[in-house]
């Protein structure tokens, strides 16, 4: 036998961050999980992804599932393809109407955010349909070859195709589509990604979608032509997987993929754990992400990235630009701000010692030694303190000018920058949980992300959260949950129908999307016992200007109700309602790596007790241990104040918190109250 065919088959997730490209890989002979941290190549994403592949060299039969923010990327610095808008004549305009809305309402001089596409590249074609899909203008041939001729004149490589009323019947928008391919066009038509009302939206959709799938079509064909032998698959931003080859052409979908992936790891992870109500708190080098699940994963289709509608269905998370390579600095009114301004790979933080000549959040954690003084990646990346020591003597000194003594001492800088970059995530879980009515003493705060396990304690008891769950896997739980993620098809028609339609007219119309969904779970290989489609709709009452989505039964009038006095605290049963959108959901199980638990033993903990060293609180400087978590056992328990190392993150109790750790080697850690005079 040669030795490809006496190696394993692997299963390998891969997430790119800001500042590292995580890799978690399960041996399915050996079924042990192992997992490993490459800084990230911002020039080149694919760099890191293939060096880590090629220190892996995987045998046949592998499979890969990418997280990428390629397409994201590609949206928020407007490095995507060159793209036109096609619609119908009278509406090439739409992209800069928008809603009419200002973002800064009392800001005379707030302008809108420019559209992808400029004025010059919005196109029209002769054709148009009524509400009904009845044909007012055919379309013609003539206007058809003007337009391709425009578009070869402007040199465009991508087509967003939007014509009004295709949602109801595509006829016209397929006729156009084909022709712009057979000219050589990538086309994203409306009609394929989301036949859906709302002409702005389904067009900022269909733009964004074509904006970006040709940078991410050229980046997996780089990624897939080096995973020969093995399948390829890339997550999505409602939480699933599917083939490469789909997201090639609706790049769209991607665009949340790292995020979407650490919250289904999380859940994974909690519900072994006995948790079912989270918040989750990803922290990583560029950004913060936060979610609640409380029973069940939410997602939703009224997302904005770049301050772009996106109604594809996404994970419901909220994103802000703090994280552990933030950068510090002072304002014009002598504030310290943090972020969302990040140093990322390359230089990154000043300890990184790669050139980076401003102070972050990573520098002010390393200054205060809460972390390891071996460094990063169990050494590999040594932490240069001088460097650290130079960026913030820098920052102090722009400060003083502001402050009431002569000078700003380094340690009050370090703390400083702590407390506002705890602020902003502060402000971002209130966001998702207490103006949402979720009580956040009712969850677990489950972190994970490099930089989450030094804060989580700090923000759980500013949040009045009791504990705090930090997996074994946190640094690369994104990766993680790739793995475990299922395959997610979503598919939606707007329909518009009285809310008394009968559930067997309804069942009728689900038909064609129910044929569509098994016949594409069939294209994805998810075999047949594993294939369940979900039905879903959504309503509102007549005059509404929203929808609430419900399970698709009898009884869907009641589930509606029901779910709009849990939103809205009221419910008008005597009111019509509206049915506008049919909503289905493909899914075909994945079995995720088995997590392995171990029998638990006493609660002694002093054989992974490494050494003391001096760390600064706000209360002062004392000697803290540093606990080595390769050594910590289930039923250990760790009293604060203490640091929990370990190769990719690094967990801070202060001296009111207490950790153990449980069966699945999580860390569990009881949040003490603040005392009065620390407050």
């Given at each position: ?19 590292f ?80 809305t ?14 992808l ?125 599917i ?33 079912s ?10 950004s ?5 699940v ?60 790669r ?5 972050t ?81 009712e ?33 690369t739980l ?39 969904a ?69 899914i ?42 390769r ?35 999580n ?8 005392r009065?005079?620390?407050r």
């Amino acid at each position: 036998m040669s030795p490809d065919n006496e190696r394993s088959p692997l299963s390998i997730g891969i997430d790119i961050g800001g500042t590292f490209t995580d890799f978690v890989v399960y041996d399915h002979v050996a079924g042990r999980v192992k997992t490993f941290k490459l800084l990230s190549t911002p020039a080149d994403p694919a760099q890191a992804v293939l060096e880590g592949l090629r220190r892996l060299s995987p045998s046949a039969g592998h499979t890969v599932v990418h997280g990428s923010t390629v397409a994201t990327n590609a949206l928020l610095e407007r490095k995507g393809a060159c793209t036109a808008f096609v619609t119908t004549q009278g509406f090439r305009d739409v992209l800069q109407i928008g809603r009419q809305t200002r973002r800064n309402l009392y800001d005379w001089f707030s302008g809108g955010v420019p559209a992808l596409v400029p004025p010059d590249r919005c196109l029209e074609v002769q054709e148009r349909l009524d509400h009904r899909g009845r044909v007012l203008r055919p379309l013609t041939k003539k206007s058809l070859s003007s337009l391709i001729e425009t578009l070869r004149e402007q040199r465009v490589e991508a087509v967003a195709l939007s014509l009004l009323f295709s949602f109801v019947n595509p006829d016209h928008e397929r006729q156009i589509g084909q022709r712009l391919r057979e000219a050589g066009f990538f086309v994203t038509a409306s009609h394929e990604l989301i036949p859906e009302f709302r002409e702005f939206e389904r067009a900022s959709t269909t733009v964004v979608n074509a904006y970006v799938s040709p940078v991410l079509n050229r980046y997996l064909e780089t990624l897939e032509q080096s995973c020969a032998g093995g399948s390829f698959h890339v997550m999505q931003s409602n939480g699933g997987r599917i083939q490469a080859a789909q997201v090639r052409q609706e790049g769209v979908r991607s665009i949340l993929s790292g995020p979407a992936g650490g919250v289904i790891g999380a859940e994974y992870l909690a519900r072994l754990a006995g948790f079912s109500q989270l918040i989750t708190f990803d922290m990583g080098g560029t950004s913060t992400d936060v979610s609640v699940v409380d029973g069940a994963i939410h997602t939703t289709s009224e997302a904005e990235i770049a301050s772009m509608p996106i109604r594809v269905p996404v994970l419901d998370i909220h994103t802000v630009g703090a994280g552990g390579g933030s950068l510090a600095r002072v304002d014009a009114g002598g504030a310290l701000r943090v972020g969302p301004e990040s140093a990322g790979a390359d230089p990154g933080p000043a300890c990184y010692g790669r050139g980076g000549r401003t102070a972050t959040v990573t520098d002010a954690n390393a200054f205060l030694g809460r972390l390891p003084a071996t460094g990063l990646l169990g050494g590999e990346l040594p932490l240069d303190l001088d460097a650290t020591h130079e960026a913030l003597a820098g920052l102090s000194r722009e400060l003083v000018p502001y402050a009431a003594g002569p000078d700003v001492d380094l340690e009050e800088t370090a703390l400083g920058i702590l407390q506002v970059v705890n602020a902003e995530m502060e402000r971002a879980i209130r966001v998702i949980s207490v103006e949402r009515g979720h009580d956040p003493r009712e969850y677990v705060l489950l972190t994970f992300g490099g930089a989450g396990g030094v804060h989580a304690c700090e923000l759980a008891r500013s949040l009045n959260v009791g504990r705090v769950l930090i997996p074994l896997a946190a640094s690369t739980l994104s990766a993680l949950g790739m793995l475990t993620a299922n395959v997610f098809l979503d598919y939606v028609q707007t329909v518009m129908c009285s809310g008394k339609t009968s559930f067997e007219e309804l069942e009728r119309r689900f038909v064609p999307m129910v044929e569509q969904a098994g016949a594409d779970l069939a294209t994805q290989k998810v075999p047949l016992p594993a294939r369940h489609v979900h039905c879903e709709l959504d309503l509102r009452y007549l005059g509404q200007s929203f929808e609430l989505t419900v399970p698709f039964s009898p009884a869907f009038q009641a589930a509606f109700h029901e779910q709009h006095v849990q939103r809205y605290g009221h419910k008008d049963e005597a009111a019509g309602l509206e049915i506008v959108n049919l909503r289905v959901r493909a899914i075909g199980d994945v079995d995720p790596p088995p997590m392995e638990t171990q029998a638990t033993g006493p609660a002694d903990s002093s054989g992974a007790l490494c050494h003391e060293r001096r760390l600064v609180f706000v209360s002062g400087p004392r000697p803290v241990p540093f606990y080595d978590r390769r050594r910590l056992r289930p039923g250990h328990h760790v009293p604060g104040p203490a640091v929990i190392f370990q190769d990719d993150t690094t967990i801070l109790l202060s001296e009111i918190d207490h950790a153990r750790v449980d069966a699945w080697q999580n860390v569990l850690i009881t949040v003490g109250e603040a005392r009065a005079e620390s407050r």
